[in-house]
Structure formats: C-alpha cells, structure tokens
C-alpha cells in the first residue's frame, strides 16, 4: 500500500466490506471473539496496516491503520485489531524489536506488577486486553535500570477468564519467567490511550448517527421524536460532544503521524472522548427509549464499548493529572497550546 | 415557592425505627447465613420467592392493608422503613415488588369484594406476584396509542388479543393488570375507552417471551394474548375509566425508595474503602444528594397517606432520583481505579458494572424525564 | 412571643412589611448595609426573635428566626440577621456568654488564625460577615487548651474595606489583645453553614418564581416563554434543584429546633444548597435573558448572593469531605439515615 | 457522523507560529511596563484606545483585508493566532473588537468603495470603533420582530427611529451599523422587508444611555434615535436584505477564539498555582476541553478561509465553548477555597470574582444557546 487519501478510502470501504459479511458479534453473555473476522481481516492484509513491509506488516500510513480501527469500532468488530496497529505493532517496532506475523494477534496490557530480569519477564498483568486471545503481549516492566517494553510469546498460557462491559476479553496473565524482547518503553501507555480514544470518537459518531436516525424514524404522539423541542436539545448536545472530541483525537492522530512526541495530545485527548461517554451514550439511551436498552438493538454493542473503553489505558482522571501537571506553571498558555 | 411543590415534614415514627431495626437485624443474619448476596437494582433483577416469603412470615409486604385481607394496618412510615432498608441492603425484592407496591394497593381500591379476599392475603404472604401491562411494541410513552383490544363475548366475558412488552419478571409472575382498549379508539377523545383487566398469567392463549437487556439478563417480557378468554368480572374498577386509573397509578409509583436507592449498593461498597479527599469530597456529595431526595420521597410517602396527590413533587423525585441513581456510577469511577466487570474479583468492580449496564433503565421505568418534565411544567403552572 | 405556625406567619408579614417600606438595597456597587433597615427591624424586635427574652431577645421559637432570616435573604435585605439569629447569638448563649444588646449588629468570622490568652483575642480574622457594621464578633480561636468561642466588642475597630459579589461587606480585623468573653465552641461552623443555607434555600425558591413568572409574562416569536419545550425543560430542573434543597435544609432545621446534633446535617444542607446554586442561577440568568444581566433587574440581588452564600462558611467540597468522612467505613447505610 | 458536522484540519502555518511569538513577546513587554492588567472577559470590557492603536500600528488588526483598504494581506490563521493570544493575556482589546471581527468585514463585503476608502484604514489603525444595532428591548432572540424603521425622505436620506440595546461600548465608538425595518412588517414574510444602515454615532438625534450590568459595570448600551437623519448613500449591501445578511454575520461571529478564551485568564491564574491531585485533575479536565473547542474553533476559521460556511459547527462551538467558559469558574471554586472577591488580595480571588460575575453573559451573547440548538438541530436534518 502506498499511502494517501484515496488509499484510505479504499481500506475503509474493505472493512466494511468485511465486516458486512458477518453477523456482528453478540458477546454478550457469551463471552467470545470473532475468529473467523480476524481471519478474514488478517486474508486481507488489514491486521498489518500501517506497520511497514519490510518489517512483515502490509504497508500504508498510520492515516490508514486508524481508519481501519475506527471502521471496526463502528463496527464492534470483537477483535484485536486497535491494539496491533496502533499500539503495540508499533511500540514493538520503535522499541526496535522484531514484530510477531501479523496474522497472529498481539496485544497490550498496562496494569499489574511485572518485571524483567535476564531477558524473562515475570509477575502478573492484569486487565490485559484480549486475553485468552492473543498469541503475543507487550507489556511495561521494570527492569535493572528502569521502566522497559518486553514483547512475549504467550504460546498456549492460561489467562483468567474475566471481559469488560461489552464482553470483550480482559483477563490475567501469571507469568514465571517467560523468554522476553526487550526494548525501550517509549510512548506505549500515550499509544494506547490515544487508541482508546479513537475508537471511542468513531463510537461515538455512529451512536449520534443512530441517534438521528433512530429519532427521524420513531413517532410518538403523532410526530417523529426528532419534531420535539427537547429531543432536540439533547440531540444538538451529542453533536456538540462528538464533534468536540472528534476534532481532538483527530488532531492528536495528526501528531502522531508527524512523529512527535504524543503523550500530552494523547492525555488530552482520552480525557475529553472519556468525559464525552456518559452524556453520549446516556442521551443515547434515553432517546432511544426502552427497545435500545435490549440485547436485540444494535445500540449497546457500541455503549458498552464506550462505558468500557473509557476506563481502560487510564480513565479521565489518571491522564487529567497528567495534562494537569504539564499545563501547571507560570506559562499555561504556552504550554497548553503546545500540546496540539 | 409555588405551592404545589411544597411538602409537609413527614410525623417522626418510633415504630419505624422500630421496625428498621428489625428488618436490619434480619438482613445482617440472612446475610451471614449466604441466603442472599447484595446486587444493584434488585428491585428489578432480584428474584427469590424463598425471601419474598420470608417477609411475607414477618409480616413486612402488604403492611399498610387492613387485615381482614391478609394486610397489618401499619403506618406509611413503617412500610417505607421496611422497602428502603431492603433496597439499601440489595436483598432479593423483585419478586413480590410490584404486587405490594402497586397491584395490591390497586386492588385495594378498585378490586371486587372476591377478588380482594382471594389475592390480596397471598401478596401479602410473599406468595403471589404481578406484572403491569401497560406499554407495547409501538406505544412507547405515548400510552394513549395502545392496541391490545377486550372484546366481550356472547358468555359476558373478555377476549383479550394484543402483546405488552416491558413486563417485569412476568415468568415468574401469577397475574398481570392489563391496559386494554375496550371500545375503538376515538381520535377526538385519545383517553377514552381504555380498562384494566385482572389476567390470570395461566390462561390458555398466553405467552411469554423474554427480553434480554444488554447484560443479557431476563428481567423483561413480551407478554402476547391470543384470544384469551378473561372471566367477566376480572374488569377491574369501572369499564372505560383505564386511562383515569392507570394516570393515579404513576403517581403512586414514582417517589418510592426505589428512585432513588437502585444503585446504593455500589455507594455502599465505595463507602467501605473511601478514604483519600477526593474520595471522601466524591461521597459526601452523592451522600447529600440521597438524603435531599430521601426527604423528598418520605415526605410525599406522608402526604399519599394523608390521602394528598402530590403528583408534582413525585414527577420531581422520579426526574431527579432516577438522574441520581445513574450519578452515583458515574461519579464514582471519576476517583476509582477499579475496572467495571462483572468477573470482578473486587466487590466495587462488580457493583460498578452492575449499575453501568443497567443504567438505561433507571431514568426509563415508569415515565420517561421527558413525559416527568412535562408534568412538573403543568404543576408550575406552564402549560 | 410565644411561638407555633401561627405566630411563624406573623413574624414572616411583619418582616415582609418592614421590607416593603424599603427599596431594595442596591449594593453593588456602592457597597453598604442597609442601616435604616436594621434600624427598623429592630424597633419591631425583629434583631432578637428566637433569643430568649431573659437574654436580651425577643423571644420566639428558632423556626421564627428562620422564618425572618429566610424573608430577609428572599428579599435581599442587607442586615446581618442570619449571622445574629441563627449562628453568632445562639452560639453565644450556648456558651454561657452574656448577649450583647440585640439591637446592636452581631456577627461571625470563622477564617484566619486567631489565639486567645488571659482573655485577649489576638490574630487576624478574615472574610468577616458584615466587617466595618457590626458591633460585636464571635470567631473560634485557638486557646490553651483547645478551640474556644471568643466573643468581643469591636468598638470602633477598622475592618479593611473588601465585600462579596454583592456588595456584602466582607473585610478582615486585625485583633491586637482585645478582651474577649471565651467559651465552648460548640457547633459555630455548622450553624453558620445551615444560617447559609436556609438563605440559599429561600433565594432559590424565589429566584425560581421569578423566573417561572418571567417565562409566563414574557413573548417571544409570538408564544410566552413558557410554551417551549426547552424553556420547560430548564424550570422543571430548576424546580427539581429547588424542592431538593429545600426539603434538606428544613429537615435539618428541624434537626436544631430538636436540639439535637446538627453537624453533619448542616454539611448536608450546605453541600446540597451549595451543588444548586450553579443550576438555578446560570438557568434563571439564561431564562431573563439580558434583561436578568442588568443592575436595574431585580435578579441579581439574590443570583450573586447565591454565588457567594454557596462559598462562604465552608464550600460543598469543605463540607462533602466531613460528610464523607462521616459516612465512610463499614455501615454507610446507618451512618446515612442517621444524619436527617 | 452527519457531514454538516465534518471539518478538514486547518493547514499548518508557520507564518501563524511566527506572528504568534511576536504577539507573545509585545504583551509580555506591555505587561512589565504596566500598560495593561490581565482581565477576565476583555473584549467585552477592556477598553483602551491606546493599547487599540498599538496594535494597528503592530500591522495586528484588519490582518486578512486587502491592503488597498489599509489591510495586510494575511492569513485567517495568522490572524487567529494574533487574536487569541490577546484573549488569553488578558488584553484590553474591547475598543476595536467589534470593528475588526465583524464590522470591518460586513463593509469589505457590501460596502460602497468610498465607504470602505474612509472607514477601513481608520479601523485597522486601531483608531475606528463599531458597535452592532441587532437587538431591541422587545425583541430579544427574535429579531424579525424588531421595530426600529428607517423612512427615505424627500431627500433621499434615511429618517431612522427607534432604540437598539446591548450595544457594546457604544460610548466609546464611531459608527453603528444598524438593523431596521424599510418596509412595513408583513406577517406572511417575517424576514422581509429589513436593511442594513451605517450610522455615525455622533449625527444629531441619537442618544446614548447606559445599560449596567450586575457588577455594576458600564460596557453596554441602549442607544435611541430619535428622527436621526441618516445619508442616503449610508444603506449597507441590498435595502430588503437585512436579514440575509445579519444572518451570514451571526454564522461569522460565533465560532471564534473569544467564544471559548473570555474565562481563560482565570484558568491561568488557577494554573500558575494547581498542585494537589484535585486541582491537576481539574486543570487537565479543562484543558482538555479547551483544547478540543480550540481545534474545531480553528478548523471553522479555516473553513471561513476557504469561502465555506460551516454555520452548524459554528452554533456547537458557540454553545459548547461559552457552556465552558462558564464551567471555568465553577469548576475551579470547588477545589480551591478562594473566596471570590474584587477586593481579594489574590488573584485569583479577583479572577474567580471577574469570571462569576460575567457569566451570565457568555452563553447570552451571540444568540441564546437555545437558538443555537435549533440550528444544530436543523443540521442535523430534525427540522
């Protein structure tokens, strides 16, 4: 893939090509992943955009990996596909160690205590993403000299069988020594907010979108709810929500592909799409009145999501002191418009 | 202030705190023995006839009807004591909670001398449970709209066909008080020609579908009628006065503990640990928040048994109390760090997830803040 | 005066009738207190209701004072009578000191650091309700063996020259040995937050009958306020706040007339009356329209009194974190119910 | 998401980065010279013709205009960057505000030539001021109901009668431009029959009276004309298109820096001191907001550039950004124990004062935020 606009286009429009072949994932209550999504997907290159050639990935810019996360977020495609290509795909290549086939799914976890000595990593990752799933995990580890990056092979190790809101995989891992890469850590907790921030902006977009439709299409004493003053109101505040953290995660996806230091934009930008979740998606459900709060009604499949993603890679709080201690100071203004 | 937001104090009820502790020292050794385990929304979602019975025993359902149905003839007050230390407890209440709070009241008042004395001491004992079939597929707020027809037959009884949706824990219940449209809609008077009827959940020509809710549970149903044939005399009130009834019914339900203690279980189980200022200032805020919405509630509690409507207030407690109820998850995540699961191995992950998945539903039941806003508009003198 | 409801009414109208025969006080920004109005009130011994006749008072029941002091903060009356009715006479009186003449304003300062020794108040005391008006002070003040009630008369002692958002003198004494009355503190910070919040409470209830009266009187694209949706929507909020802190701050009012502890109880009124503010004001100010923004509209009298009351006597967050503390630990439920 | 709400990044611009470094550098030399005190809300209440003049000579305002017209030719992103610093110093830029943003425009666009030969030098030397003549005492948010008229006399002059309000510092400018009935209203065309006229402030018959707002301060204006002979020749773009035109000018006005930066010297106040965990989480919670509002600020000013008009963006932002300019304040009063105060001794006790006792008027200017959300609304395809 060579990269631009038009690319971008096109990978958008095999995602969802993809993605329309499959019945979308109830996994709720059962607990599962898409096997047969992430085989399609992985057919067709798309679990190495963005990750270069020569490295094993398919090529392209980071423009495309995110349009394929943030298609699959709109999707709630059940796989693991934010976390290859936009976290640890390329932590694992900037720390200089050597990324695992691309059709295998690699994961990330920030939580737990690990460490490394002697090339083995050992301790407990918690709240992993996608374990049980993934063949290979990034995680941070203390090392002899400070915090390092160490990409394992989990091979066939058991993880704890736990899932977030909507589901999807969040267990643990106990490791006793496993062979480890390991690199420097880099920006990998700012890769993973910021992934976390994407799909929650794509979410996000889709849920008002259904919103609108759904608020078009339902009468109610006589007249479509969109006709109501104050379903209005509420629709115009959803607006105003996503196109704020649209704009944002957007903007930090911008400096990201420039190849500048991404922590603050990433903080910013998790903060403001986490803070978003709870009026989206309850202005959502209220709209949406008693049938979007059924198993049947695609809406939960993204307000799941979103009442999850927002916690995971840090929620508003822990990444609000970050940006908080960078603005802090005699200089805010400068700082605060250095950051995107 | 307009005056029809304005409520008396409640009278102070020694009884009441009385019969708390009671129910306290109850649930702390149902607790100990594992009979139950604490849960958000169990009003909802915490069906256990083994408990409804056990309360039933002690005599803490129907506590405010006379006795020769079963009832204790005991105060407002000692029955709001009793519901707001189960639903702060997260007990198992959802089995029996509609037929005590609503159907037995309503049959109370409109029901036949037979039908008192045939379900009102069941209820009363823990034993009988009901559904409200009041909204359909296509009616949503808008209860004016609804299709499900009664027709009388040659016999003098009704042929009910139709479905109603929404209706709680209707599998594991013995009747539903059903909505029906007895004469054609009229497009000049939109309230007129609707009934209740008293429905046996065992008739021939019923069935129950499930609705599972986003976490997957079964709380709700589709209840469909296919020509089922209902007794004459299981009309309850006067025929064509539904809408009238059912409009009372609302009122009665909306300001109850249960607007706003859904999710106190989670604010219990972050009250264990909260310890650092940002903790503290989290809880302290939602602490004052409940305890202006618990006055509220018990103040309308004393004023229903006053034999007062305060309709307004009680659109106010359900609008803010529910809004509440939804608040307190969110707030609380904002200075946690606990991921919300339902695996959690932490109590407070789990509470978390709990609230998070069933919040929809809060700020839905019973109205919603839209149709709640409209009301106090009218009480405000607006519209 | 002898108390019960009906004299409650009584005193109410005699309040609203001395109120009447003022214009309103407009503060800002001259800043000053309103002496004539003082003058008058306490010609009808109304600077005494709910102090003991023995003491100096005028007798009466405390639902009385809060029945004057409540009128008065409704009409924006600049007098220091919830600092004398309901926190520094009471105060003063529960600590065995001897009342000084109702007559003469009474007020209360608990910010600053103050010490008391051989009975000489030393220190500076800060944010001062009605400095440079009244006669005499009640602080807490550190003493040798703990916190102690200071009662002092000021004089003509200058107080610097500093008010609240409307007008409200707020300055600061520089105490140097002044003899002082000492006594048990008692519960002076609760009753100075609970005198705050019963004039949060009736601020906001009439702020909310303004603007309901407003959106009934005022047209707009050809249809009262009142019949939008929107507008609807923003009062029924109003209301909601409205009714909420009212409840509150009258079961813990209740709470004092029964002589029983009020700490907690008045952290909750003052935490909820405070968390209203924001609400009922920004909504009351978006309902006027401009016309609520200017001086010559009554409004503002009680919106920026509201904005400070909420600050003064300890914040929602000052207050939330004893609530907290209080209902922190293994039984909040007990703990909870057992407040109000 | 609806492409009415889509907007393309802004190009980056090093000229923008350059200009904004040389504005930095101005105001860091004015501060310490003591021309000017950081304030809340100043480009509604620092008026300061002096510091107004410096920066006409600094080339600083009427950037973007051709240089025939005393212009300078500059990006829409240079004059961005220009404009916001000056708000988020603090900066006494009321004078010329409303001139350079709005009226210097709106004469660039339907201007005579000789209008613009004499007025848009004047206005770009920091040395002409402007108000706006929208809003009527009874007119409010509706302004197809205003009743200011202007008849055409023997002359071919404009015989004006009628009063605006919310004139901003009226007092201290040069001309209004005004809108006003030139046919009589007609009930079937609401938006007819409405001009633009360009009045000099100091023609016989005008008056000027002040509106304070609650602080007491005198920023606006009631300005009344009483058989004000206005030239023929003054009649701004199309007579009978006032409404069209006011309209485009509202989308212009809403979605800029001063929607979301009037508060912005008290968030930097609270900065220069945040450094417990509470008030750097408020701090980054902020910041994050600003941050957001200021990229979809600049992507529409960008979009304005490019000849667009992104008029729903344009409400979010307004309705959003003065929502958080608000928030500012009571954000920052819950975590730090400062009372607000004119007087305070601190500065951010002055700050937080400054801040409260403007707030009403940030969501209230520009269109009420209800109006706004028709819009959005209307863009979202409800309408």
Known sequence: ?340 | MPSTLTLAPAPPSEAAERVRLEVREFLAAELAAGSFETHVDTWLSGVDPAFSRKLGERGWLGMTWPKQYGGHERTAMERYAVTEELLAAGAPVAAHWIADRQSGPNLLRYGTEAQRREILPRIAAGECYFVIGMSEPDSGSDLASIRTRAVRNGDGDWVVDGAKVWTSNAHHSHYAIVLVRTAPADPTARHAGMSQLLVDLSLPGITINPIRILDGGHHFNEVVFDSVVVPGDMLLGEEGAGWHQVTAELAFERSGPERILSTFPLLAAFARRASSEAELATLGRLSARLLALRQLSIRIAAALDRGELPDIPAALVKDVGTTFEADVAEEIRRVVDVPASLDSPDPLGRALAEAQLHQPGYTLRGGTNEILRGIVARGLGLR
Chains 1, 3 share one sequence.
């Open chain 1, 1 to 340: 893939m060579s990269g631009g606009a038009d690319d971008t286009d096109l990978v958008v429009e095999t995602v969802r090509d993809v993605l329309a072949g499959h019945e979308r994932s109830t996994l709720t209550p059962e607990r599962r992943w898409d096997a047969e999504l992430w085989a399609e997907l992985a057919q067709a290159g798309l679990t190495g955009v963005g990750l270069p050639e020569e490295a094993g990935g398919s090529g392209g810019e980071l423009a495309d990996a995110v349009a394929v996360v943030g298609t699959l977020a709109a999707g709630a495609g059940a796989v693991p596909v934010a976390e290859q290509l936009l976290v640890a795909g390329p932590a694992v290549l900037a720390a200089g160690l050597t990324l695992p086939p691309v059709d295998q799914p690699l994961s990330v976890g920030v939580s737990g205590a690990l460490r490394v000595e002697d090339g083995r990593l050992s301790g407990t990752a918690t709240d992993v993403a996608w374990a049980g799933v993934v063949r290979h995990l990034v995680v941070p580890a203390a090392g002899p000299d400070g915090e390092v990056l160490a990409l394992v092979d989990l091979g066939d190790l058991a993880a704890s069988d736990a899932a977030n809101l909507a589901g999807e995989p969040r267990g643990s891992y106990v490791l006793d020594g496993v062979p480890a890469q390991v690199g420097p850590v880099g920006e990998l907790r700012a890769r993973y907010a910021l992934a976390r921030a994407v799909q929650l902006s794509a979410a996000a977009e889709t849920v008002l979108a259904w919103t609108v439709q759904y608020a078009g299409e339902r009468v109610q004493f006589g007249r479509p709810l969109a006709k109501f003053q104050g379903i209005q109101v509420q629709l115009a505040q959803m607006a105003g929500e996503v196109t704020a953290v649209s704009a944002l995660v957007d903007a930090a996806v911008q400096r990201l592909e420039r190849g500048e230091p991404v922590e603050l934009a990433a903080a910013a930008a998790k903060v403001r799409a986490g803070a978003a979740v709870d009026v989206v998606a309850r202005l959502a459900h209220q709209v949406h009145g008693a049938i979007g709060f059924t198993q049947e009604h695609r809406l939960h499949h993204l307000t799941t999501r979103m009442w999850s993603w927002r916690d995971e890679a840090g929620n508003e709080t822990t990444w609000a002191r970050v940006l908080g201690a960078a603005v802090a100071g005699d200089d805010p203004w400068p700082a605060l418009v250095g950051i995107v």
